[in-house]
């Protein structure tokens, strides 16, 4: 098992730069991802990359704008998030997906973004 731990949300304004953190537990060869959920509506994917970063994997909504990567070394995985917008506004949530597994497995409370107009 691993445990992560999301940080690095807050309230900015829209065209603002934030970067979301994902502290795991211990080194890792799992996929790492990014998920998303606003008020009234679904979690949706928002960013994933392989245990090496050799693929990355972006939400339509928010390709060019978002950036995934990850530190092996620091046991970290990162979104950094440029030009937002209001709609970008939602709880942020850090998941790891196991080798073995189709889906994601472990997951964190998740760090809140809002941005405002």
């Known amino acids: 098992q691993v445990q992560v731990v999301e940080s690095g949300g807050g309230l900015v304004q829209a065209g603002d730069s934030l970067r979301l953190s994902c502290a795991a537990s211990r080194r890792t060869l799992y996929t790492m991802g990014w998920f998303r959920q606003a008020p009234g509506k679904e979690r949706e994917f928002v960013a994933g990359?392989?245990?090496?970063?050799?693929?990355?994997d972006y939400a339509d909504s928010i390709k060019d704008r978002f950036t995934i990567s990850r530190d092996n070394a620091e046991n970290t995985v990162y979104l950094q998030m440029n030009s937002l917008k209001p709609e970008d506004t939602a709880v942020y949530y850090c998941?790891?997906?196991?080798?073995?597994?189709?889906?994601?497995?472990?997951w964190g409370q998740g760090t809140q973004v809002t941005v405002s107009s």
């Open positions: 990359i392989t245990w090496n970063g050799g693929s990355r």
């Open positions: 998941a790891a997906r196991s080798l073995s597994s189709d889906e994601y497995d472990y």
